[in-house]
């Protein structure tokens, strides 16, 4: 028993020692940050579609809002004048063979896509911005064409999703 002491001792304090340093560190969590400029709220206005992926500008949007509503940031409409306004640009939707069997049958493909986001305050003025945020993805290409499109379509909404994640991050981490 009196051999017990000398061995838990080292333990206590390297816990003691690892907690303390965790917790001096200013360590948080991602998306525990505060927004550019203290804005509180921000509203999501329709992206700017410039690809030739029909419905882009509505999925991507849609996903913002629900990012910004998850995490009790989203304005409602009627406060026009409080907080700030969210916009941005589908700049391109590119989708390429990454691997493939033969010369002529692709069995993966990467949907990469890129675009360009900006956060104005209430008086219009710009206070963030992020150039060429890029996501891609990759899905499988089968001999059914409709579940390859299937699998297309599964592969945008991921991007989507992250893109989504990644802005409301960076914002809220003055990246």
């Not at 499988?140 to 945008?156: C, F, G, Q, S, Y």
């Amino acid at each position: 028993m009196k051999y017990c002491f000398p061995l838990l001792f080292p333990i206590i304090i390297i816990i003691s020692a690892m907690i303390s340093t965790l917790s001096a560190c200013g360590y948080r969590f991602a998306g525990e940050g505060n927004f550019p400029s203290d804005i509180k709220n921000i509203r999501v206005a329709m992206l700017e579609n410039r690809t030739a992926e029909t419905g882009a500008e509505t999925i991507f949007t849609n996903d913002l809002i629900t990012e910004f509503t998850l995490n009790g940031s989203l304005a409602p409409d009627s406060a026009k004048g409080s907080g700030g306004i969210l916009s941005g640009i589908i700049r391109f939707l590119n989708i390429e063979t990454v691997s493939r069997r033969g010369s002529h049958i692709a069995l993966e493909r990467q949907v990469t896509v890129s675009a360009d986001m900006a956060l104005q305050d209430a008086d219009g003025n710009e206070v963030w911005s992020a150039k060429n945020v890029r996501v891609r993805e990759t899905y499988a290409v089968v001999t059914d064409k409709l579940a390859t499109e299937h699998n297309r379509r599964e592969a945008v909404s991921a991007i989507s999703e992250r893109m989504a994640e990644m802005v409301y991050d960076r914002l809220s981490n003055h990246f």
